[in-house]
């Protein structure tokens, strides 16, 4: 099974150490394909000492998991302090717990006169007479076998008194109270067994941090159920909570595409460590072998050296591509070496020298990239690159990379003096349409916002934003946009011949 023996920390620890720390662990009689589960509950995930948490609330499908998940932390806790090896990864740790607590399962009785609600809440009182901070709490279906709200609210009261008391706990839910309750209480966590809506079958990989849905409708459009009774039970759902769970399935995507492209720059960087040793190593060979290098042709090392840079350029682009900006903190110790290198090379007699940039003065008249007429120079470039042009009436700050080169002042400029207005100059610039299709709704909005501006700037009075059909998500908040901004008058969808609900036609 590969089990390990797993890092045992003592009762009296209290908030100092983890309660349960389980690493791509495993129910111990599921067969064939298993996928692992990873929680931490505890000191372990503690930023400061407002994070952290010791209740975690399970939320997702039906047969998606959940209940293997709470099983999996009992069973193997269990396991642990009968000394038994548990099948879960090194670093696995778990807490000697005086009392392991379970209500998990049907218990109806007709002989009892116990329903499923009642069968569950016997369990429940009984086990609050005795769970205290050093107890591990295993809830499955909390608040279910009664009317909803009723039964949340029992709920939510029951998972806040066992937060009080220190408890560990698990418990899994489809109340959507239960999970807000989660989202706002300190020491509280979301989780969801994930659900593919393109194959519509549960992954069995629980992530924690996000809430779940319940996806009743497309499990039933899986298991048969006619079309219409599915159209009429969307309908009856509404347009607001349509609009909620769809937004939260776009989270939960991602969600998995953050993880994927963590997953892909940790490759990557155990990649690019691997090449800058080799890099590094290389170097020194070159420095140790200096006097051989003078003795080459000139040209054949330069040509050597540049292919050493690129790579080096191309590794780094690679890199910052796949990543982002949530994992480049993790990169940083790559780039100083990326940086290292390239100094060596620069300052070896290797070194090639760049051809020295054009000289650009005050009152020289030069081509930059959009504008037609030739821009005038107000100051020389500084130590950043950054320099100032004169463009008709429009002072521009730009950098140098935007000039193409010195030009003449034209003779119609010198013979007579011509105006070009603002709203000219920008028309040369800002173009009548503004594409957004394929960003985040963020990303989309502040995008538009300032694309509006210019675009009123040039003095156009209608304008294109073409956002994509889609799930309508982004279409929503760019319109949502447009109602708040001063310098928007009417908006409407386009003619289909078009782009018909693609695209937006707004009138400044």
């Known amino acids: 099974m590969r089990a390990i023996i797993p890092r045992l920390v003592r009762p009296d620890a209290g908030l100092d150490d983890v309660t349960v720390d389980l690493r791509e662990a495993r129910h111990p009689l599921l067969k064939g394909s298993v ?23 399970i939320s997702g499908p039906n047969t998606g998991g959940k209940t293997v998940a709470l099983k999996s932390a009992g069973l193997l806790a269990l396991m642990a302090q009968a000394g038994i090896p548990i099948p879960a990864e090194p670093g696995t740790a778990l807490r000697v717990f005086d009392g392991i607590y379970a209500d998990i399962g049907d218990e109806q009785s007709i002989e009892q006169s116990l329903s499923t609600f009642s069968s569950h809440l016997r369990t429940i009182v009984e086990l609050l007479g005795v769970a205290g901070e050093r107890s591990l709490v295993l809830l499955d279906e909390l608040g279910a076998g009664t009317d909803p709200q009723e039964g949340a609210a029992v709920a939510k009261a029951i998972l806040a008194n066992l937060v009080r008391r220190g408890c560990t706990v698990i418990v899994t839910t489809h109340h959507g109270d239960l999970k807000t309750f989660a989202h706002s209480t300190a020491g509280v966590q979301n989780a969801n067994v ?108 330069q040509v050597m050296a540049e292919e050493m840079k690129s790579k080096l350029r191309v590794a780094t682009r690679r890199i910052n591509a796949l990543v982002g900006d949530k994992g480049r903190e993790e990169l940083n110790a790559i780039n100083k070496d990326v940086e290292k290198i390239r100094r060596q090379l620069e300052q070896g007699p290797w070194k090639v020298t760049a051809a020295p940039k054009e000289t650009l003065r005050p009152g020289e008249f030069v081509k930059v990239q959009g504008i037609d007429q030739p821009a005038e120079v107000v100051n020389s470039p500084d130590r950043h690159e950054v320099m100032r042009v004169q463009a008709g009436p429009a002072r521009i700050k730009l950098h140098r990379d935007k000039i193409e080169g010195k030009t003449k002042k034209r003779p119609e400029l010198q013979q007579r003096k011509v105006n070009i207005s603002p709203g000219a100059l920008a028309h040369a610039i800002v173009s009548d349409e503004l594409w957004v299709h394929g960003m985040r709704a963020q990303q989309a909005v502040d995008a538009v916002d300032e694309y509006i501006e210019k675009a009123s700037m040039a003095g156009y009075p209608r304008i294109r934003i073409i956002h994509g059909k889609g799930k309508g998500i982004l279409r929503s908040a760019i319109h949502r946009a447009l109602g708040d901004h001063p310098l928007v008058g009417l908006w409407h969808e386009a003619q289909p011949n078009e782009g018909g609900e693609g695209v937006t036609v707004v009138e400044l």
């Not at 996928?35 to 609330?57: C, W």
């Not at 079309?227 to 998995?256: F, K, M, N, W, Y």
């Open 35 to 57: 996928v692992p589960i990873s929680v931490v509950l505890g000191k372990a995930v503690r930023q400061s000492e407002e994070d952290g948490f010791r209740a975690l609330v």
């Open 194 to 301: 994930e659900f593919d809506s393109v194959s519509l079958a549960p992954t069995y990989k629980l992530v924690v941090g996000l809430p779940g849905r319940s996806n009743a409708l497309a499990i039933a459009e899986r298991l048969g159920l006619p079309r219409e009774v599915l159209a009429e039970a969307r309908a009856d759902l509404g347009p607001q909570q349509a609009e909620s769970e769809a937004l939260l399935t776009e989270i939960q995507e991602q969600h998995r595409q953050t993880e994927a492209a963590l997953r892909e720059a940790q490759r990557a960087k155990l990649e690019a460590e691997q090449s800058n040793t080799e890099l590094v190593a290389r170097a020194k060979e070159l420095e140790a072998e200096q006097l051989g290098w003078l003795a080459l042709n000139k040209v054949e090392v």
